[in-house]
T-cell receptor, first 114, second 115 residues
Framework: ETGVTQTPRHLVMGMTNKKSLKCEQH?????MYWYKQSAKKPLELMFV???????ENNSVPSRFSPECPNSSHLFLHLHTLQPEDSALYLC?????????????FGEGSRLTVL | AQSVTQLGSHVSVSEGALVLLRCNYS??????LFWYVQYPNQGLQLLLK??????LVKGINGFEAEFKKSETSFHLTKPSAHMSDAAEYFC?????????????FGQGTELSVKP
């Protein structure tokens, strides 16, 4: 198993659909993150979970709903999205106690909202 | 507040030429600094990191970066570009000593390598 796995790799949805992105890490880490990567913009941190508890919500609209059932799994539930939400969503993990901040990324889920 | 600026959104070099990707940071405390690479349709992969040890840091694929506090810079270099180096490169700063993962990323520099 690769370190951080994201599914699906590609997703197309209408504005009224409900879908979920899944992330799984096999590195024994205890912190997980969602980042949004839009064209021509820096990566935006969306959510942070440490030991399954959400420790950061970076002013993300409520149409994005994260879930972290355990330290290895992270979901991003999507509903009533807007076309401007089309982007690459990256999941990452790390050891929460590390002082260096190094992140391990998945390959991303490319979302297109029609 | 911490921030990262990457000079040049696109850099083009010839195969075998020197690669220089520029990164300047702003941080009120001694930073940890990173370079990540993103190949098309993939996630980000760590190239190298500076964590207050040696100021010249060597990474994977022949890349290295030098931390210069006086210039608040952390430029990425490679002596000889290879076609496989074509990708997007991100500089990032970690604003906290003891909280991992809250990286602040630059806007990225796309590197093209011409034959």
């Amino acid at each position: 198993e690769t370190g951080v796995t994201q599914t699906p790799r590609h997703l197309v949805m209408g504005m009224t659909n409900k879908k979920s992105l899944k992330c799984e890490q096999h590195l024994g880490h205890n912190a997980m993150y969602w980042y949004k990567q839009s064209a021509k913009k820096p990566l935006e941190l969306m959510f942070v979970y440490n030991f399954k508890e959400q420790t950061e919500n970076n002013s993300v609209p409520s149409r994005f709903s994260p879930e972290c059932p355990n330290s290895s799994h992270l979901f991003l539930h999507l509903h009533t999205l807007q076309p401007e939400d089309s982007a690459l969503y990256l999941c990452a993990s790390s050891q929460a106690e590390t002082s260096t901040g190094e992140l391990f990324f998945g390959e991303g889920s490319r979302l297109t909202v029609l | 507040a911490q921030s990262v600026t990457q000079l040049g959104s696109h850099v083009s070099v010839s195969e075998g030429a020197l690669v220089l990707l520029r990164c300047n940071y702003s941080s009120s405390v001694p930073p940890y600094l990173f370079w990540y690479v993103q190949y098309p349709n993939q996630g980000l992969q760590l190239l190298l990191k500076y964590t207050s040890a040696a100021t010249l840091v060597k990474g994977i694929n022949g890349f290295e970066a030098e931390f210069k506090k006086s210039e608040t810079s952390f430029h990425l270099t490679k002596p000889s570009a290879h076609m496989s180096d074509a990708a997007e490169y991100f500089c990032a700063v970690s604003p906290f000593y003891n909280q991992g993962g809250k990286l602040i990323f630059g806007q990225g520099t796309e590197l093209s390598v011409k034959p």
